[in-house]
């Protein structure tokens, strides 16, 4: 079941990508990017910047199918996400190098995404921003419960939804640069 899922999943995700207008960064990164305007409320970050409703920043997707199939045969929770931490922290500075090398580089703030997998992100130099905004939360939490049934087949659907919330992740782009640049 689960593998004819990720099949199927595996020929619908080329017209998902066309649609989202997302960007590959390079063959072995596991993060899909495209340029967003941000559309939440104001935060201002731990090195003082301030991401206002509109400010340019560039939206990363996990590349879940590639992802799925990575971590299929792992058992241990700690192992996947070891696992998840790593091709992050491997992927973040093509993130780095696309935003220096873009043509509105000046005015991109930083980077975003929304995701359930928000333990160790702090390490990675992202802070973890709650979803206020409840329909959204709950659409998002939603969206993403087929990613998590698949990757926690132990967990039910209650248990999912009760222990995993979606959040913002951001990080400047002064972050990014300090940590993830040349």
């Known amino acids: 079941m689960r593998s004819s899922f990720l099949t199927i999943w595996s020929l619908i995700d080329p017209i998902y990508y066309y649609f989202t207008r997302l ?3 390079r063959e072995d990164n596991i ?13 201002v970050l731990s090195d003082g910047t301030h991401i206002n409703r509109d400010d340019l920043l560039v939206k990363i997707h996990l590349h ?6 990575e971590l299929k045969d792992i058992k241990s929770e700690l192992r996947r996400g070891k696992m998840i931490y790593r091709y992050v922290q491997k992927s973040l500075p093509d993130v780095e190098t696309f935003i220096q090398q873009h043509s509105h580089a000046r005015e991109i703030k930083g980077i975003i995404g929304i995701t359930m997998l928000n333990k160790g992100c702090t390490r990675l130099g992202f802070e973890v921003i709650d979803i206020t905004h409840p329909i959204y939360k709950w659409f998002k939490t939603l969206a993403f419960l087929p990613i998590e049934l698949l990757c926690n087949q132990q967990q039910s659907i209650r248990q999912t939804i009760k222990h995993h919330q979606p959040s913002y992740l951001l990080m400047s782009t002064r972050t990014l640069s300090k940590l993830y640049g040349d």
């Not at 993060?31 to 935060?43: E, H, Q, W």
């Not at 879940?64 to 199939?69: A, D, E, R």
């Open 31 to 43: 993060l899909r990017i495209r340029l967003t305007k941000y559309k939440g409320r104001n935060v």
């Open 64 to 69: 879940n199918v590639k992802l799925l199939k």
């Open 23 to 25: 960007t590959y960064l």
